[in-house]
């Protein structure tokens, strides 16, 4: 396998230098550009002179020189040809789905998936008679079998959301490639850590509303791709992000831009304390999921993928069994321990909990969660970086002996 290091790539992309010798790039605000000649104005409507080709710029929801640069951080960081970046994962996800699928089109899914791609893929793409079979995404044979003539994608979390399922990227790849189809992966719970495109993605798609960004302080999303995929989807014509218009604003492309390079230092501590809070809950003999953990039923398959030096990531989970035991957790270790947050999303440098069936998976129907292996009492825990991490363990481990959990 091709070796590709994310922290040294990112680290070669031509740096940008702000007007008066700044040393962070301006932000180009403009929503429209001048041409010199007007005869050229065609051309770029045509795609032969525009940005893509390093010609002039146009108007902002096409290309915005902000939001290049970091485009070119992602695709960097992934290893990818192109990147482009949106307004939130959910539009990357949704632009990236409909550029691949029209009518008739058939898409298989892993079934542990974000809530809200759960619902475009099992609610709004019916609607438009585009349909999805859910499979386990620990099951390669299982998406497999589920393959159609009319299959024109298969799509998965690295690792599911919630229940930390790992999904064998190089072997669906390969599926997908025999049959000729592309492999559309999220990768928003572990950037860094596994680089998908490497692993035989055709597309891979973040919400940068979480690690990438680190500060819980904005929406957005990329898509990272080939040059001729990320060229359809800004097509005037055509193009998915270019036509329903999900355009990341500059200024948000700037503050994601002076996070990127401390991305590398942030993963590898979330991941640092991450295992060793799921080390003592399991020393403990709390019900402790978290993929650093021999225990983890893919622990190897994620360890065969990964990049090292970035660890094993900053998601665990306790099975608390009923919602109410969690909830009760989740006060003990907000309100008294100031162990971390009750919140929905991750990333953040603080700890944010949240009891998934209930709150971003609840678009999910009881039964499918059931099926997906989420418990009513699955709390999700997002491991920040504050305070110091021997406090942290005595917290939590104070707060799941409390509830009997230990
Ligand atoms: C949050 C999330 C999304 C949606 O991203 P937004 O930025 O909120 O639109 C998609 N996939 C996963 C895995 C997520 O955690």
């Known amino acids: 396998m091709q070796k590709h290091n994310p922290e040294q790539a990112m680290v070669k992309i031509r740096r940008e230098f702000g007007e008066h010798g700044g040393v962070t790039p301006s932000i180009a605000r403009s929503s ?31 290309f915005n020189p902000t939001v290049d640069v970091l485009n070119r951080y992602l695709s960097a960081m992934e290893g990818s040809e192109a990147a482009v970046n949106t307004a939130s994962g959910m539009s990357a996800i949704s632009c990236a789905l409909l550029q691949l699928c029209v009518h008739g089109d058939h898409i298989v899914s892993s079934d542990t ?62 599926l997908a490639h025999d049959k000729g189809i592309k492999l559309v992966v999220d990768n928003t719970f572990t950037p860094l850590i596994f680089s998908p495109t490497v692993l035989g993605a055709d597309v891979v798609v973040y919400s940068m509303t979480k690690f990438i960004n680190g500060a819980s302080d904005m929406i957005a999303g990329a898509i990272c791709a080939d040059k001729d995929f990320i060229y359809e989807l800004m097509d005037l014509h055509t193009g998915r992000v270019m036509l329903f218009g999900p355009t990341m604003d500059p200024r948000a492309a700037f503050d994601l831009i002076q996070r990127m390079p401390h ?14 809070i799921a080390q003592s809950l399991e020393e403990l003999g709390a019900p402790v999921l978290y993929p650093g953990l021999k225990s ?16 094993y990531g900053g998601l665990l989970t306790l099975d608390c069994k009923t919602k109410e035991k969690a909830e009760k957790l989740m006060s003990i270790l907000q309100n008294k321990e100031e162990f971390g947050l009750i919140a929905v999303s991750l990333g953040y440098f603080d700890t944010l909990m949240s009891c998934s069936g209930s709150s971003t998976s609840s678009e999910i129907p009881p039964e499918d969660q059931e ?22 363990i005595a917290q939590v481990e104070r707060a799941v002996k409390k509830v009997g959990l230990a």
Do not use: W
């Open 263 to 276: 991305l590398p230092l942030r993963m590898q501590e979330h991941s640092r304390r991450a295992l060793a």
């Open 113 to 174: 998936v974000y809530g809200g791609t759960h619902a475009l893929l099992s609610e709004l793409l019916p609607q438009m008679n585009i349909h999805t079979s859910f499979v386990d995404p620990s099951d390669t044979s299982g998406f497999e079998a589920a393959i159609t003539p009319k299959t024109k994608v298969i799509f998965t979390e690295v690792m599911g959301n919630p229940t930390l399922k790992i999904a064998d990227i190089p072997k669906l790849a390969k």
């Open 296 to 311: 983890h039923p893919h622990h190897e398959l994620f360890t065969s993928m990964m990049n090292k030096e970035f660890g």
């Open 371 to 392: 099926k997906m292996g989420l418990s009513p009492g699955l709390l999700r825990v997002s491991i920040g970086y504050t305070g110091s991490l021997d406090q942290r």
């Open 32 to 62: 429209t550009f001048t041409v010199v000649d007007p005869g050229t104005m065609p051309e770029i409507f045509e795609g032969l002179r525009g940005p893509e080709k390093g010609g002039c710029f146009l108007y902002s929801r096409h």
